[in-house]
């Protein structure tokens, strides 16, 4: 119940946790745990790719860190234009 000025308000709170909601909820958790897989997968990859590549630990390393880098900064450069993506 709400209260606004004088008058009461009831709000229906089913129809809150409804539909979308758990759509929104199960989208938000899929995308947070890819982003976060591919930060942490190239330290799994780091030693295949040295063998295979015959490189060394900081040239290979710097696969990952590149990626990470470009990836934060496309993010930030939505936040500065307001840019939003809509499937």
Do not use: H, P
Not at 58 to 65: E, F, L, N, P
């Amino acid at each position: 119940m709400i209260m606004v000025g004088r008058q009461e308000t009831v709000i229906n709170r089913r129809s809150l946790d409804e539909g979308w909601s758990w759509i929104v909820l199960v989208g938000s958790f899929v995308s947070s745990a890819l982003v976060g897989g591919i930060y942490f997968a190239y330290g799994v990859f780091t030693q295949a790719w040295i063998n295979e590549y015959d490189s060394s630990a900081a040239i290979t390393s710097m696969v990952g860190s590149t990626a990470s880098a470009f990836t934060s900064m496309g993010g930030e450069d939505c936040v500065k234009q307001k840019l939003t993506f809509t499937v």
